[in-house]
């Protein structure tokens, strides 16, 4: 699987109706039309481009809007949940944290309390973080023990790929500092 294969299928993604659990059947669907070496080439390159969102700017816009309560793993999650949103919000974030001010799913949360966010809602999808390997399963059949296998192939795939391509434009992307839109719309709780 191809960079430009990989973000059609996520922009493609971003635009299903339905909620989390039905987007995800759909991609799952998706990648079990394919071989399965596909699905496990899906998930480096889901990988990558969550490392590549792993910075010091995007950890502040993230504590920001969830209120300072951002854990190692709920940043993991925001990785996945952004490269959800397609390549051209994606793209728009690494190259400026304070452009998830413009994105319709965050300004859902402006102004309510986090204890009101319904788990949906969350800037955070753990789930897409294993919808190849379950497609690897189910196109090997070695879905109960088929962990091994797709972590053996995954490595397998990281390690050919060392000097990763970078198609994505990601390593080039600049930065701005600061994030005053996202700072006005959700300013600093007491305490946090």
């Known amino acids: ?77 925001f990785a996945l949940w952004l490269v959800a949103q397609g390549r051209g919000t994606y793209r728009a974030v690494l190259a400026d944290p304070d452009a998830l001010a413009d994105v319709a799913e965050v300004r859902a949360l402006v102004g309510r309390d986090l204890r009101e966010w319904h788990d949906d809602e969350w800037p955070e999808w753990e789930e897409l973080d294993y919808v190849a390997q379950e497609a690897f399963g189910e196109l090997t059949g070695q879905e109960d023990d088929g962990c091994e296998a797709f972590h053996a192939a995954l490595d397998a795939v990281q390690e050919a790929w060392a000097e990763p391509e970078d198609e994505s434009g990601t390593a080039a992307a600049t930065v701005r500092a600061g994030t005053p839109r996202l700072d006005a719309l ?7």
Do not use: N
């Open 1 to 77: 699987m191809d960079d430009k294969t990989f973000w059609a299928l996520m922009d493609e993604l971003s635009s299903q109706p339905g909620d989390r659990h039905e987007r995800l059947e759909w991609l799952r669907g998706r990648l079990r039309r394919r071989p399965a070496a596909e699905a496990v080439e899906f998930q480096a390159r889901l990988e990558a481009a969550c490392a590549a969102v792993a910075t010091d700017e995007l950890w502040r816009a993230v504590r920001r809007i969830e209120g300072g309560l951002c854990s190692d793993d709920g940043f993991d999650y």
């Open 186 to 192: 959700f300013p600093e709780r007491a305490g946090s």
